[in-house]
């Protein structure tokens, strides 16, 4: 493991765990903490998340989870973040995380994303091609900016 990521891993880890606990006790249709995620902020705390993954498609990533609570803590800025399964296993973020993380703040393309046990890569390298930068009608859109 690389040694920056060990306490985001550990986090995401007890994250999941909490979850996969609530998922085998709430007698729902779900599957909880599937998968955890850990975000570490420029200059401040660590923020959590897991996934939900319901009947009907409902449900969402566990990146998405600690964005939100990021955000709902006043941070956009990603220093560095992992997303594991329920055994520990690194995964990389989707396509569809990969996205929000930029769209959130477009200084995360320098986040560090865990990607393997021995592997970082900057957001950036997983997202090459943003959209937005050929987009001129979004910044004339008149919610640009709220």
Known sequence: MLPIFVELVRKAKEATAAAVR???TSGGWGEFGAIGAAIQVTDGPVFTGVSISLLCGIGFCAEHSATAEMVKHGYTR???I???THDGTVIPPCGRCRELLYQVNIDNLDAKVLVSDTQEA???ELLPHVWQEKADF???SP???R
Do not use: F, K, T
């Open 78 to 80: 990603i220093e560095r």
């Open 138 to 140: 979004l910044r004339r």
């Open 82 to 84: 992992v997303a594991i």
């Open 122 to 124: 900057e957001l950036r």
């Open 22 to 24: 609530a998922s085998n």
């Open 143 to 145: 919610y640009h900016g």
